[in-house]
């Protein structure tokens, strides 16, 4: 756990001066009570008070906090709406927050193109309800969707329940405008399908804020289609649930969506929203078919048909949309729940190939008598994306950190299959440790590469993401020769 680090007042005093020269008095707070929301994202065991939040209202105030920050060498946080779960937005004791909760306008909805221009505080679940009377919506859907915003999904590269057949963050997005710490304002990627030169769209999207502030934001859109409807079926062991997600997508289909809940999120998450799940399953599947109705018979069919040869001990069809939502209900609302059978929980999210679902779900169950500590497990299993919840309590001594050994652990084990360290949370600092586990000395000097080419002076969200050698060294993650660490240029913050 990192140290809350007390903010310098005369310091602060500084800051804060020079920004209210620039800014509305309303746009900038640096009174301790004030800045007190913004301590934490949804890493929530992790707190530290900025030691100042600006809200712009506009893309030359942007420029003008970065100016303010870059003249007297402050480091920049930016945050959309805090739900990150890996410490992305998470404030600095000498830094200053850019808040997005002010660009929050739709700009522009443009039927016939299939696209949206929004400002990044916009929420991701208001791009599709602005889309709605068009019959389009925006496909990526967070969990978080009601509350998380367009710039953050673009500085995570975010994922959903959806994104198996429509893409993720990175799929859907046009492009992005940005303020650079240097004080340009850049357009990256464009309205049509490609644009010309580097694609530096997709370096910067999934870059943590760590690259620059997104302003504006053109999205795709997509027709909602005319049907839809989710299987839910049940396994006997988890194992078998696993090996099913694997059979789906080797018989050729790609559902709309593809989730697997084991019997602790299914029990945890049943009684807050009453989504008729099996609770004496050991895990279930959610798959959905979308398309037109002949489309979504055929599917269903078809998936019916492979669970049933994977082992599916019962299966059940929604057989309207208010049971369709039902089902999907309970699987976006398991994260809020897990609040009810524990004090604290701790979400993971590590990618694995599909064929190794059934053995990563087996490890981790080892792994909760190892940790001595419960987790369950409830994820985007099409994608191979899982995300297992450590559940602990943070008030008994020592599970905190048994939590963290436990989730550092798994993201180990993600690498040892095959997969990686992070599917659609970002590294932030939750995961920067384990970074050494999965990358050398010359990845990383590529990352520092890109950044530097960015910023430079290292201003924006430095620390984050991105590990330093020494980090890995101090880890014993990085092999020293004759004690001296390999691109001995990088930086030794
Ligand atoms: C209950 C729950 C469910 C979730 N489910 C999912 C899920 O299904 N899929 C998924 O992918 N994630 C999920 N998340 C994680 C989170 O919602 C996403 O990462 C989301 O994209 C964060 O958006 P935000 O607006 O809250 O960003 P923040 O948390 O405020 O910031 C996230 C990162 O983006 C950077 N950033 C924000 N705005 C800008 C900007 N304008 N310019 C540059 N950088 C910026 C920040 O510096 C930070 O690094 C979930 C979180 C919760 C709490």
């Avoid at 367009?150 to 046009?174: D, R």
Wanted: charged letters at 20%; glycine letters at 10%; a negative charge.
């Amino acid at each position: 756990m990192i140290p809350s680090i007390p903010v310098d007042p005369e310091r602060r005093q500084q800051v804060a001066a020079a920004l209210r020269a620039v800014l509305p008095a309303r746009a900038v707070l640096a009174d301790p009570e004030d800045t007190r929301p913004y301590e934490c994202d949804g890493l929530a065991a992790y707190r530290q008070l900025p030691m100042v939040v600006t809200l712009p209202d506009d893309e030359a105030q942007v420029l003008a906090i970065l100016k303010v920050c870059r003249d007297l060498d402050v480091p920049i946080v930016p945050r959309g709406a805090g739900t990150g779960l890996s410490g992305g937005a998470q404030p600095l004791a000498d830094g200053v927050v850019i808040s997005t909760a002010r660009l929050n306008r739709i700009l522009r909805v443009e039927p016939y193109a299939r696209t949206a221009v929004v400002q990044p505080g916009v929420r991701n679940l208001a791009i599709s309800e602005a889309a709605a009377p068009f019959n389009l919506y925006y496909a990526p859907d967070p969990s978080s969707q009601i509350a998380c915003t367009i710039g953050g999904n673009v500085a995570e590269n975010s994922g959903g329940v959806h994104c198996l057949k429509y893409g993720l963050t990175v799929h859907n997005v046009l492009r992005v405008r940005v303020c650079t710490i240097e004080g340009d304002v850049i357009e990256l990627g464009g309205e049509s399908l490609d644009a010309p030169g580097l694609d530096l769209l997709a370096v910067f999207i999934g870059s943590e804020g760590m690259l620059g502030i997104v302003t504006e934001v053109t999205v795709k859109l997509v027709p909602k289609p005319a049907q839809a409807q989710v299987i839910m079926a049940s396994f006997d062991d988890v194992a078998t649930g696993g090996n099913a997600v694997a059979s789906v997508i080797a018989a050729g289909i790609i559902p709309a969506g593809l989730e697997m809940m084991d019997r602790t999120s299914s029990r945890m998450v049943e009684p807050f929203v009453k989504a008729g799940y099996d609770l004496d399953a050991a895990a279930i599947l959610l798959c959905e078919a979308d398309g037109t109705a002949l489309e979504v018979a055929e599917e269903i069919a078809r998936m019916t048909e492979v669970l049933r040869e994977a082992g599916a001990s019962a299966i059940t069809v929604s057989q309207t949309e208010a049971e369709r939502l039902r089902f999907w209900s309970g699987r976006k609302n398991a994260f809020p729940a897990a609040g009810r059978i524990s004090p604290d929980y701790y979400c993971m999210d590590g990618t694995i190939p599909r064929k190794q679902l059934a053995h990563v779900l087996a490890r981790i169950e080892e792994m909760e008598t190892t940790f001595g500590l419960r987790c369950a497990n409830v994820f985007h299993a099409g994608d191979g994306n899982m995300h297992p919840l450590i559940l602990f309590d943070a008030n008994q001594p020592g599970e905190l950190d048994r939590a963290e050994a436990f989730g550092a652990a798994i993201l180990a084990l993600c690498v040892e299959v095959g997969g990686t360290i992070t599917g659609e949370h970002g590294v932030g600092v939750e995961k920067i440790d384990s970074m050494c586990v999965q990358f050398g000395a010359r990845e990383l000097d590529a990352f520092f590469t890109v950044k530097r080419a960015f910023d430079p002076g290292m201003l924006l969200n430095p620390n984050k993401a991105i590990p330093t050698l020494q980090r890995c060294a101090e880890l014993g993650r990085m092999r020293v020769s004759g004690g001296v660490l390999p691109f001995s240029h990088l930086p030794r913050f």
